[in-house]
């Protein structure tokens, strides 16, 4: 069978990963599968159709914003409109020379929506399937009214539109269930076992003493830096107290996004100044070497349906990597971490619980060892190749 996906972000970014694995599960499946993705920085992509561990990925048009560094660049009005127009028209020109049998956006959003309907619907004449993986108004940084209203529009009406529907969250297959869309297929995120595997220990030590690690306890959060949908503004409150405690303790934020500075100049202002160490934007395959550095990582998350509406990979991975968990009891994170068997759960938004949970687990060698095999073990039940099964039968008509 042929798939094509229409994704509206690059294979490397975390969402877009996503697409990535499952496209690849699908591929090793026999099926021969596309991904038409918008590129995060396209004036730096030299190769813009290329095959990656048997899927074809085409590049057809730049991402909403540029992001080529540790902090995205948003673009003018202007520019934006130029930007999403021509994203618009490399998808579906992408969609007129990819003949398939399966069309499936990757997101509900403007740019695959509108390319679904124009050419998938009106000039190929087929269904199109739809996969939900976030709360989309919520979850994106959109200030003005209008683009809320917009990105609201395109969320409500694709599920609706479609033969079917994937999603990441029991949240989100019920608010689909009570919208009348049938079929909802639940597919949460997952890990790649094969790849994402701690380093040798004297690369880790080596690591480890390049940032000024050595010897300290280490407290790590792998992901975007974008507090509305990710608050590690949570997490470095949290960590007074843990500093205060546990004066050698350290906390490792990985990655890069919009609120890099703001985060920082918030470390700065809570007295964690050489407590606190930003790594910037890393690659993907760089992640797991620094997140293995951590006797514990933490998913910092409040109550509201962004939070309900997510499937966390930095929790799956850690976990893979036999790094212990500390996440918030909202959504399906209880049920990720086995009622509690395999990760710790506390009070969502609750800055005292979460230092409490991460000074008691510091101080606890024997149960973060118990808590690294468990949360192996259960890692394994999210591989991606055992994950594209299930999604695979959404398209059980073919």
Known sequence: ?????????????????RYFHIARGLARQGHRVRLLALHPDLPS???????????????????????????????????????????????IWGVICSPADVYHLGKPQPVNGMSALLAVRLLRRQPFYVDCDDDEVRGNRLPAAWQRAVFGFWQGLLPRLAAGATVNTRHLAAKLADAGVRPVVLVPNGVDLDSFLAPPAAVLEALRAALGLGGRPVVAYAGALAMQNHPVDLL??????????????????????????????????????????????????????????????VDPVRDDPVARARSPLK????????????????????ELLDGGAAGV??????????????????????????????????????????LAETWATIYRRF
């Open 345 to 386: 759960l506390v009070r969502p938004g609750d800055a005292a619980a979460l230092a409490e949970a991460m000074i008691s687990l510091l101080r606890d060698a024997p149960r973060r060892q118990a808590l690294a095999v468990a949360g192996r073990a259960r890692a394994r039940g999210y591989a991606w190749d055992r």
């Open 45 to 91: 992509c030299t190769q813009r159709r290329f095959i990656q561990d048997g899927v074809e990925i085409w590049y057809v048009g730049q991402m909403h914003a540029r992001k080529a560094a540790s902090v995205p660049t948003r673009f003018g009005p202007l520019d934006l409109l130029h930007v999403l127009s021509s994203s618009t028209l490399g998808m």
């Open 315 to 334: 929790l799956v991975e850690s976990m893979a990597l036999g790094v212990p968990v500390i996440t918030g009891d909202v959504g399906d994170r209880a």
């Open 1 to 17: 069978m042929r798939i094509t996906f229409l994704i509206i972000m690059g294979v490397e970014r975390p969402s877009g990963r």
């Open 236 to 297: 470095i409150e949290a960590f007074v107290p843990v500093s205060a405690a546990l004066p050698a303790a350290a906390l490792l934020i990985i990655g890069g996004g919009e609120d890099l500075l703001l985060l920082r100049d918030l470390a700065v202002r809570r007295g964690l100044r050489d407590r606190v160490y930003f790594t910037g934007q890393l690659s993907y395959q760089a992640v797991p070497a620094y997140l293995a550095l951590a006797d514990l990582s």
